[in-house]
């Protein structure tokens, strides 16, 4: 098993920058593609980004493209999404995620990850 927390979140005005980090904890981090979602209120929860297991795979959902960046960081059990140009529309509480030991493939249905953190809250203020 794997156990995730995330941090960084925070309230910023649109057009600013935030960065969030995950950190996992368990067995070994580099044998997980990670991924991460957001659920706004009201709103099912969606994909945003997902990671293979050494980093040179990712991908984004087209609305955060361009914007967002997700990166690995095998070393330090953790992964990171760099999120700039912020817009409101982005406000969520967005979750870290993995898929089960060993899978190596990105997906994109929270269906499909095993593992998640508590969340951490984005607000984006116009």
């Known amino acids: 098993q794997v156990q995730l927390v995330e941090s960084g979140g925070g309230l910023v005005q649109a057009g600013g920058s935030l960065r969030l980090s995950c950190a996992a904890s368990?067995?070994?981090?580099?044998?997980?593609?990670m991924g991460w979602f957001r659920q706004a209120p009201g709103k099912e929860r969606e994909f945003v980004a997902a990671?293979?297991?050494?980093?040179?795979?990712?991908s984004y959902t087209i609305s955060v493209k361009g914007r967002f960046t997700i990166s690995r960081d095998n070393a330090k059990s953790t992964v990171y999404l760099q999120m700039n140009s912020l817009k409101p529309e982005d406000t969520a509480l967005y979750y870290c995620?993995?898929?089960?030991?060993?899978?190596?493939?990105?997906?994109?249905?929270?269906?499909?990850?095993?593992?998640w953190g508590q969340g951490t809250q984005v607000t984006v203020s116009s």
């Open positions: 990671i293979n297991l050494n980093g040179n795979s990712t």
């Open positions: 995620a993995a898929r089960s030991f060993g899978s190596e493939t990105i997906r994109l249905s929270p269906g499909q990850y095993a593992y």
């Open positions: 368990g067995r070994t981090f580099s044998r997980y593609v």
